[in-house]
């Protein structure tokens, strides 16, 4: 069970090591696009490319969900970020539980997003959990963790993609031996527990009075969705790359200085540091360099922002 990108290595590595795949549940297709068509989910893809039977509950607690469920007799079942609440009758199913693949260090970070939380919580190191399934919000006991290194280019996207294919390695070595009975649940400390809340859109814009080390966090943790962003003649302006720097001279908060250091084409005044910029995009337009924007957008060094 699984819907985005993250879910898409763990599900190949498993069919690629011979596990046998009875079914693949992921959210059903969604609108996308200013035409509105329906667009599958990346696992979707993925298991149609593998040849999987695909299903796609509105709701696992609809009529008839629980039951065929069932029907497919597993032994287990693998849930990575499947985006719904397994109710108990599910969980009751498989012989040897509902295993979650959760991309943090648990009990840090549970909930609906843990890779920007830990970018935005300036964290230097995160990983994956393998945890065996209860009603509670990633609170039950763990089977296996590894860590992963977060780099200070890492965004929420590639991060994610590293965190992926970490996370389809350990299954692959947990699976066998939970099975065997050779692993046993180490519960999760209560005490040393916190949570994330699903990234909101207009989370997105920009308060320059925060510092710049925070607001380059933020630039990372937004990419790919929902895009760190302030306003330039009332059009959106997407920061994508950014770099923190030390101030050289007093700033107002929110002001467009000319810079090269680090990259960055200009900077941006804050409330501690200046924010350099190295790549954008603006509303409507492809994204680009920082000192291709300039050339682009006469009269932009001085203003402050938001414009």
């Given at each position: 069970m699984g819907t985005p990108e993250f879910a898409v290595a763990p599900l190949e590595h498993l069919?690629?090591?011979?596990?046998?795949?009875?079914?693949?549940?992921?959210?059903?297709?969604k609108p996308s696009g200013r035409g509105r068509a329906l667009l599958p989910s990346p696992v979707k893809r993925a298991a149609l490319a593998l040849g999987l039977e695909v299903v796609q509950p509105a709701s696992l607690k609809e009529a008839g969900v629980v039951a065929q469920i069932a029907d497919f007799h597993p032994e287990v079942i693998v849930v990575a970020a499947f985006g719904q609440i397994l109710p108990q009758a599910v969980l009751d199913i498989p012989?040897?539980?509902?295993?979650?693949?959760?991309?943090?260090?648990?009990?840090?970070?549970?909930?609906?997003?843990?890779?920007?939380?830990?970018?935005?919580?300036?964290?230097?190191?995160?990983?994956?959990?393998?945890?065996?399934?209860?009603?509670?919000?990633?609170?039950?006991?763990?089977?296996a963790q590894e860590k992963v290194?977060?780099?200070?280019?890492?965004?929420?996207?590639?991060?994610?993609?590293?965190?992926?294919?970490?996370?389809?390695?350990?299954l692959l070595e947990v699976l066998p031996r939970w099975t065997r009975g050779e692993i046993t649940p180490q519960p999760q400390s209560e005490a040393e527990a916190s949570y994330c809340a699903?990234?909101?859109?207009?989370?997105?814009?920009?308060?320059?009075?925060?510092?710049?080390?925070?607001?380059?966090?933020?630039?990372?943790?937004?990419?790919?969705?929902?895009?760190?962003?302030?306003?330039?003649?009332?059009?959106?302006l997407e920061l994508i790359e950014a770099v923190p720097l030390p101030a050289q001279e007093p700033l107002a908060v929110?002001?467009?200085?000319?810079?090269?250091?680090?990259?960055?084409?200009?900077?941006?005044?804050?409330?501690?540091g200046i924010l350099g910029v190295v790549k954008v995009q603006l509303e409507g337009k492809r994204a680009m360099s920082a000192a291709e924007f300039l050339r682009?957008?006469?009269?932009f060094i001085g203003v402050v922002l938001p414009d």
């Open positions: 069919v690629r090591e011979q596990f046998e795949v009875v079914a693949v549940y992921t959210q059903p297709d012989r040897y539980g509902c295993i979650n693949v959760h991309p943090s260090l648990l009990p840090k970070f549970r909930g609906a997003s843990p890779v920007a939380a830990a970018i935005l919580a300036g964290e230097e190191v995160t990983g994956v959990s393998l945890m065996l399934m209860d009603r509670g919000l990633d609170t039950g006991p763990i089977l290194a977060i780099s200070a280019q890492d965004t929420t996207g590639s991060l994610t993609a590293k965190l992926s294919q970490v996370a389809a390695r350990l699903p990234l909101r859109k207009e989370e997105g814009e920009i308060d320059w009075h925060q510092p710049a080390v925070d607001l380059w966090r933020r630039v990372r943790a937004f990419q790919p969705w929902p895009g760190a962003y302030t306003r330039w003649r009332g059009k959106r929110g002001q467009v200085v000319a810079l090269e250091q680090g990259g960055a084409a200009f900077g941006i005044g804050t409330g501690e682009g957008q006469r009269g």
